[in-house]
């Protein structure tokens, strides 16, 4: 079983450049990716997602990329748009006549006017690509193992508020018989003083009545069910497949669903007691659960 929180930190370096990936994980119904990639990187995100997509099933995941280049940097210099900048700077002067004059600090500002030469360097940017899918690896690598190490920090809580469950079913299995018994006589006790006074009733009615009484005070499927249950959530507990956390949140349902049905059911002071501490644990468990994979 995996958490989904953690974080995984990679680096890649060579002569011409560093390359860090960062990923921080956070509970998350689905997988939800926010990538922040230098624009050098930009033609690589939809590999770099598939790579994490391929990875992951669940949860928030902050990725950052932070990028160094070591190599000499050149400059183009966009000569026809510094032209065209110029001339109608001039042109808006002597239409004017305000004074002043302009520098090459003032053209270096314009936007597209100097541009970095290797970002057409298409070997280069393979080497780039190749170098962020390989640091996104190790980084998941790293988050992987993390988040294994807290899924099992998170199995041994959720087993034990599994077995506090467990130890309540037989407690409430016992005094649940002892009020199917005790409505029992008391329905009896109440027919009798019916018969007394109507002098005569219809004996099918009596019987489906008492059926009736029966099935409302009965939890013995509620309390097979949620046995049942724990059961299964033992199992998962130990399992390695993926998809773990959307199976817990689904028996957690049920598992509630049971609990709540005991309650509406319980006549008793110790069966709501005693459920109402076991739907406690079972909030409890769903919290830890939103943090499995």
Known sequence: MKSMTGFGRAT?????????????????????????????LTATEADFRKLVQSRLQRGRIDATVSLTQHRPVTFLVNIPLVQGYVTALRQAQAATGVAGDFDLSLLARLPGAIQPAMETDEVFAARLSNGLLTAAGQALDALDAMRQTEGRALAMEISARLEAIAERIPVIEAAAATVFDAQRARFERRMQSLLRDLGSIDEGRLAQEAAYAAERCDITE??????????????????????????????????????????????????????????????KIKEQAQNVE
Request: hydrophobic share 45%; proline share 1%; no cysteine.
């Open 222 to 283: 509620e309390i097979a069910r949620l046995r049942s249950h724990v059961a299964q959530m033992r199992d998962l507990l130990v399992r390695e497949a993926a998809g773990i956390g959307k199976a817990m949140d689904f028996l957690l349902q049920e598992m509630n669903r049971e609990a709540n049905t005991m309650l509406s059911k319980a006549s008793d002071t110790t069966v709501h007691d005693v459920a109402l501490s076991v739907k406690t644990e079972i909030e």
């Open 12 to 40: 890649v370096a060579t002569d011409e450049f560093s390359l860090t990936v960062e990923l921080r994980a956070v509970n998350n119904r689905f997988l939800d990716i926010h990538a922040r990639l230098p624009s050098e």
